[in-house]
Nanobody
Framework: QVQLVESGGGLVQAGGSLSLSCAAS????????LGWFRQTPWKEREFVAA????????YYADSVKGRFTISRDNARNTVTLQMNSLKPEDTAVYYC?????????????????WGQGTQVTVSS
């Protein structure tokens, strides 16, 4: 069983930055791909970013490319999403997820474990 706990959400003004962190209790963390997704009450859950098991491949939604960076620390079992140049449309609950296959994909259905989410609010 894998447990994920997100942190780092909050309120920030447009143009600002936030760093989200996700701590995992997972024996084989180093072999898993990790992803970040977000959801608002008026939109379906959408892919944000993913990183493969080795950390040498990253994937981003077009809407965040160039502004967000995903990274992982296998020694600490954590994955981080650095968010810069935030926009009001980035407001959402952000979820981290684990994919046991290790490849990293954009499809939420292919992830096996999910955190509880952390709220990010960007004011205009």
């Amino acid at each position: 069983q894998v447990q994920l706990v997100e942190s780092g959400g909050g309120l920030v003004q447009a143009g600002g930055s936030l760093s989200l962190s996700c701590a995992a209790s997972a024996r084989y963390f180093y072999s898993y791909a990790l992803g970040w997704f977000r959801q608002t009450p008026w939109k379906e859950r959408e892919f944000v970013a993913a990183i493969n098991w080795s950390g040498d491949k990253t994937y981003y939604a077009d809407s965040v490319k160039g502004r967000f960076t995903i990274s992982r620390d296998n020694a600490r079992n954590t994955v981080t999403l650095q968010m810069n140049s935030l926009k009001p449309e980035d407001t959402a609950v952000y979820y981290c997820a684990v994919q046991e296959s290790g490849w990293g994909t954009e499809r939420g259905a292919e992830y096996d474990y999910w955190g509880q989410g952390t709220q990010v609010t960007v004011s205009s």
